[in-house]
């Protein structure tokens, strides 16, 4: 199949479904607030005020366009392609989840809800939701696993600073899947004055369609700089994937330039054979949950299955529906590192380029330079470097064994 | 006719309403739910919503969530309830059974394989939580090819236009949540219910069960004025959690609280 623009702007279709996946799986108290997003948003999109509105906030608050960096050094160690990072960590508060929460809060502010709820794993869209709150002078609460709310502690304190509320969630494994059926819990029973901000391109439609388009500025900027730099596209994509947000908003503009290839890269935990990973594409197989039909880690019986990351942003048993397809048509490769290969990434990057990557990015930066080493040397690769690591210190000291 | 249909109009002859009682399949144990389901008619159930466990019930509150995880201690998988369901019929050929879930056990069993296993062990009808119509144009025709009735939510955020929609694809009944929220969380207000239950009943002919925040007899005596069916689950629920070693005990409580409301439905005028 030959993929065009004119194809890919059909996508989701009228169902919100990208193939067999995607779609509005929820209870029906819920569906007539996804049918006023999802008409609000259409009405929106392309609204010269709005868009003016969100690439302004994009420009001025985020700090727009974050750069995309040449990695000399790693580069050299490494022997092959060579490497850019686009520099998401560099946004206003560190992660590329701000560029959906200004997106959504905006949309909240259209469609009059007071209120904003979020759910968050590692804490980087609990706080990026919490941030656009404080702005708007909108109600907050973020739902958090509370074993993720243990190892995100700092960034629990930031959203508290910034005026939400963080409702520590008992059910279930404690994670991010818990968070997010806590927060759909809130959602249905606050609908009337409540705006869910959704962190990642999964849940009901529309929300996969308009987190990817407003995260699709990443893939956008990483084009026009690739080219502005090298004069041509690049050979390959590197991007992790958790709900897969920041891989989709690098992948998304790319889609029909089929020679640039494209690596989502899943936690591998433990390592895929000892089935203690969250790394659905890899292992996974298709099923409903959370308002969509995509991969899922689930038993016989079709119960949702524990997952384990060192990395709480990507320690979820699903995946956005768009990359479903992705992977069935082969137009984007899914694959995984474990929790020593992205920690020990962590350190190289830190050491040889200065830059302390999110444990979630380190995931990419692992299976890139083992990618890149394959390549030749005047090829091009970009790595989505889609947060900061400062929320992850007491993780890695944890490791090390040092109280900080 | 289906089972639910002959039930819901026998009852409307009578000028009754049903009385439709959810306890979790599975909870507190795998080999008690027959026995309960067998206590739930003898207290005065004309139908009965089985719930499948599922690790992720987000419409649920807490005590349906803990009801889920107590089954799903033992594992209690979708063929495991269709066993109980055909352990039921040895002994109860009349009293329609529902499914009552999420979707994801089904997608994996594949929907041919569970309408075809449904209809064997006696099931009559399937609400899926998270599934509305619009998703269902594959699941509803295996359903009914299967005589299996298509049971779908209307909530209080429903419009008229959807209402019509989702009668159209519903047979045996519709259930109304009658407050937004998740299962066992507020009381119900009797005249926002009145009023979306009679908008429901102006165009459509299906009949209307009414659930949500549905607790004791006088609850169940104030919708079944406004509804054809009264449907009650987190209180009863909240019975076998909180009598979990002593099914006596469990079955005492059940049948006093379903006979008092029972009790109460069949003495309105």
Redesign the interface.
Known sequence: MKLTEEFLKQLPDS?GHFGPYG???????????LVDLENKYLSLKDDPEFVREFDQDLADYVGRPSPLYFAERLTREVGGARIYLKREDLNHTGAHKVNNTIGQALLAKYLGKPRVIAETGAGQHGVASATVAARLGLDCKVFMGSEDVQRQSLNVYRMKLLGAEVESVN??TRTL??AM?EA??DW?????DTFYIIGTVAGPHPYPMLVRDFQSVIGREAKAQCLEKEGRLPDALVACVGGGSNAIGLFYPFICDEEVEMYGVEAGGHGIETGEHAAPLSAG???????N?TY?M?D?????LGTHSVSAGLDYPGVGPEHAWLKDINRANYVSVTDTEALDAFRRLTLVEGIMPALESSHAIAYAVKKAATMRTDQIMIINLSGRGDKDIHTIANIDGIKV | MSRIKQVLNALQQDNKKALIPYITGGDPRPDWTVELMHTLVDAGADLIELGVPFSDPMADGPVIQLACERALLHHTSLRDIFGMVKTFREKDQSTPVVLMGYLNPLEKMGYQVFAEAAREAGVDGVLMVDLPPEEADTLVPLLKEHALDAVFLIAPTTTEERIRHICEHSSGYVYYVSVKGVTGSASLDEQEVATKVAAIKARNDIPVGVGFGIRDAASAAQVSRLADGVIVGSVLVNIIAENQEDLPKIKSELSALLSSMRNAMDQLD
């Open positions: 169902k779609g509005k799986f929820v209870s029906e108290t819920l569906m007539s607030s059910s279930g899947k818990d059926n759909l819990r249905v029973t606050n609908v009337d197989r298709p099923g409903v949950l959370h308002g039909r899922l689930s016989d019986d079709g119960q949702i």
